[in-house]
């Protein structure tokens, strides 16, 4: 940064930077050290006489100590209308640094569940569209102006890479997107991944985590129950329904015992449970073909999907 003393004419500006090769004595117009490149100029004649600064990051990244020169360009060497002095008393240098941030792998979520990398891929129905990350950054002032990219594609064409920003992202929390309706297939196979940018430097992109789409609904099962309080759950076959769920209510209001089955492939027949007396249906003879009238038993089943949680189950 220079502040300007004079110009000659404040309509015309023409200032460069050069790196040049180590003064060993001083100067002179005949013995300038030989010019290396060009790192900067400024051709903007606003704020005249002002304050001008140059980026000469590109040489100090790659040593430690470098010489400048400051000239204006050979174009206009002998154009009196680009003369100008310069306060040397009104020049400093400054020098910032930036850590790059990086994804948490632990923090990937899609659909609210965690990243997987290897098969067999999560069955996702609701929410399938919503990938989540969480980054850090070391730091400080970087922590809650993260931008996070999100790109996802087929896993049968990785070309078709899809990708979704979100800006204002915090370490703190995991920032999101919503993959817009009709890039998700029912039954499709996707990939993601996701990098963050803190402004200044942007990470490497996170591992690459998979899903399955299943927003098909189970077939609902075939449910029976006989006059010794036996309710029997049938699956009929179907290779969609990953088991089944059974619960006992008394006037919908207490629930006594949850129990998952597993294999839907074979019916499976559950009794009543008597632990608690006042939840006791009436004797056979004398319940009604179908409950539940207020002093009898009543029972829900649904089916469990393949990915437990992946899809409202279907009630029966």
């Known amino acids: 940064m220079i502040q300007e003393g ?105 659909a609210g569940f965690p990243c997987d990398t290897a098969a067999p891929y999560r069955r996702v129905g609701y929410f399938s569209s919503l990938l989540q990350a969480r980054a850090t950054d070391p730091d400080v002032y970087d922590a809650h102006i993260l931008t996070y990219e999100f790109a996802v594609w087929p896993r049968t064409d990785p070309g078709s890479r899809l990708t979704l920003t979100t800006d204002h992202g915090s370490v703190d929390l995991a920032s999101s997107v919503d993959i817009p309706d009709g890039h998700l297939a029912d039954e499709g196979a996707y990939s993601w991944q996701v990098r963050v940018n803190d402004g200044a430097e942007t990470s490497a992109w996170s591992p690459t985590c998979s899903f399955v789409v299943d927003t ?25 329904i990953r088991g089944f769920e059974y619960s006992w209510r008394e006037f919908v209001r207490i629930r006594l015992r949850v129990q998952a089955i597993r294999d839907p492939r074979v019916p499976r027949t559950v009794q009543r449970p008597k632990q608690n007396p006042r939840a006791n249906p009436a004797p056979a003879r004398h319940r009604p073909a179908c409950p539940p009238g207020p002093r009898h038993r009543r029972s829900r089943q649904h089916l469990i999907r393949r990915a437990r949680g992946s899809r409202q189950p279907t009630l029966w």
């Open 216 to 240: 098909t609904n189970p077939s609902p099962p075939i449910g029976t129950y006989d006059a010794d309080n036996h309710f029997t759950f049938d699956g009929h076959g179907d290779q969609d």
């Open 6 to 110: 004079s110009a000659a004419d404040c309509t015309k500006r023409a200032i460069e930077v050069w790196q040049t090769k180590p003064v060993t004595k001083t100067p002179t117009w005949h013995t300038r050290p030989d010019e290396i490149r060009k790192l900067d100029q400024i051709r903007d004649a606003s704020y005249c006489p002002g304050t001008i600064t140059f980026d000469v990051s590109a040489a100090m990244a790659a040593q430690g100590s470098v010489t400048l020169e400051i000239r204006v360009p050979a174009d206009v060497e002998r154009a009196p209308d680009y003369g100008r002095t310069l306060g040397w008393n009104g020049h400093s240098l400054s020098v910032s640094y930036d850590s790059p941030p990086s994804i948490l792998p632990q923090y990937q979520y899609n």
